[in-house]
């Protein structure tokens, strides 16, 4: 573990300011959840919360379903990172940082069909108001997205959002 040299005293309510850099560092934006544990030498670990990690194996059972049916690639992200991946895609790998485009998405919470050099689609998954994420249908070679798998990956995104707020 790396020290990052920073000494913070704890407040009268038990409170520490966790420093613009290591805020920065984690991405860590105001009013996220961020999870704490205690090692068993005592020491303090941060880690930024993700609901959709928590439904990692079902979010995979989910996109592996959804992949055979319709052949397209699936992709699931959380704020941050590619969570699970159902078929063929070079463009993703889990535990890859989320692209640009797909934070963009989280951030306006607006489904959005993308045609570049492959046809997606890329859905928010938004939970008790926050975007939690995205899930993308990538289409199969030489096809393209259309107006159901747009449908599929809205009612995909929706049905794990349903699961993060239970």
């Known amino acids: 573990m790396k020290a990052a040299g920073i000494v913070r005293r704890i407040d009268d309510l038990g409170r520490i300011v966790i420093p613009k850099e290591v805020r920065n560092n984690l991405r860590l934006r105001e009013g996220e959840p961020v999870e704490i544990f205690v090692d068993r030498h005592g020491e303090v670990i941060l880690k930024k919360y993700s609901p959709i990690e928590q439904l990692k194996q079902f979010s995979q059972e989910y996109a592996d379903v959804l992949h055979s049916t319709t052949g397209h690639s699936v992709v699931i992200t959380d704020r941050d990172f590619v969570i699970s ?3 063929q895609t070079n463009e ?70 349903k699961n993060i707020e239970e």
């Open 85 to 87: 991946i159902a078929g």
């Open 92 to 161: 993703y790998n889990v535990g890859d940082p989320i692209k640009p485009e797909v934070e963009e998405v989280a951030n306006n919470k607006r489904t959005t069909w993308v045609n570049n050099e492959k046809s997606q689609v890329i859905a928010p998954i938004i939970a008790q108001g926050d975007s939690m994420g995205t899930f993308i249908v990538i289409a199969a070679e030489g096809k393209t997205i259309s107006e159901t798998e747009i449908k599929l990956a809205d009612t995909a995104a929706k049905f794990l959002a």
